[in-house]
């Protein structure tokens, strides 16, 4: 629950000037990488940081930090994106091995403790990004994978890609067994 003194403070900020820089900021953070989870607008995290901050679930110590904004960026919108990277990394993993298409069920966990753990910041969003282009650098000798890659990354289901991208879905389940070995592989050299 959020504390009525903070409360006031917060309603009485000029809303439109934060939200804009706020925006500003977030879309900075993700330029060079065009691959937003599919439905994903870069306004969603912010929309997620002031609710964060409106429900007392992040506390803003207006003592500790005056500045209102640089509090959003560097101690809310950080950790989201550092956040939402981490789960776009691990979503593609998880999508491959629980597609229900392969024996991964067993690959997931030697899978996922290479992956590094991810602390809030900067650093954690490039390693996330490094890792994720580790996995299509893997891919770059096959086109189709890559494709299907992509789409897995997004969130689409086997289905949707094979109507998405006019394939079998036979050929699309092959594609993803494809992907499966070549990634693990990369992962687990890493």
Same mark, same amino acid.
């Given at each position: 629950?959020?504390?009525?003194?903070?409360?006031?403070? %917060?309603?009485? @900020?000029?809303?439109?000037?934060?939200?804009?820089?706020?925006?500003?900021?977030?879309?900075?953070?993700?330029?060079?990488?065009?691959?937003?989870?599919? +439905?994903?607008?870069?306004?969603?995290?912010?929309?997620?940081?002031?609710? %964060?901050?409106? *429900?007392?679930?992040?506390?803003?110590?207006?003592?500790?930090?005056?500045?209102?904004?640089?509090?959003?960026?560097?101690?809310?919108?950080?950790?989201?994106?550092?956040?939402?990277? @981490?789960?776009?990394?691990?979503?593609?993993? *998880?999508?491959?091995?629980?597609?229900?298409?392969?024996?991964?069920?067993?690959?997931?966990?030697?899978?996922?403790?290479?992956?590094?753990?991810?602390?809030?910041?900067?650093? /954690?969003?490039?390693? /996330?990004?490094? *890792?994720?282009?580790?996995?299509? +650098?893997?891919?770059?000798?096959?086109?189709?994978? @890559?494709?299907?890659?992509?789409? %897995?990354?997004?969130?689409?289901?086997?289905?949707?890609? /094979?109507?998405?991208?006019?394939?079998?879905?036979?050929?699309?389940?092959?594609?993803?067994?494809?992907?499966?070995?070549?990634?693990?592989?990369?992962?687990?050299?890493?």
């Amino acid at each position: 629950m959020i504390d009525n003194e903070i409360l006031q403070k %917060l309603n009485a @900020q000029d809303w439109e000037e934060i939200i804009l820089e706020l925006n500003l900021f977030v879309h900075m953070q993700f330029r060079g990488n065009s691959e937003l989870r599919k +439905g994903f607008e870069v306004k969603d995290l912010v929309n997620d940081a002031i609710s %964060l901050v409106y *429900t007392g679930n992040r506390k803003w110590d207006y003592q500790k930090h005056p500045d209102l904004i640089k509090f959003f960026k560097f101690n809310v919108l950080k950790s989201l994106i550092s956040n939402y990277f @981490q789960a776009k990394e691990l979503s593609v993993i *998880t999508k491959l091995s629980y597609a229900g298409l392969s024996d991964a069920d067993e690959e997931l966990p030697d899978l996922i403790g290479n992956i590094p753990d991810y602390n809030h910041g900067i650093d /954690a969003e490039m390693e /996330a990004k490094e *890792t994720y282009d580790t996995m299509i +650098g893997a891919l770059a000798d096959d086109d189709d994978a @890559q494709l299907v890659f992509e789409e %897995l990354a997004q969130g689409a289901k086997p289905k949707e890609i /094979a109507e998405s991208l006019d394939y079998k879905i036979e050929d699309v389940r092959n594609i993803i067994k494809r992907i499966e070995r070549k990634v693990s592989k990369v992962i687990s050299n890493k």
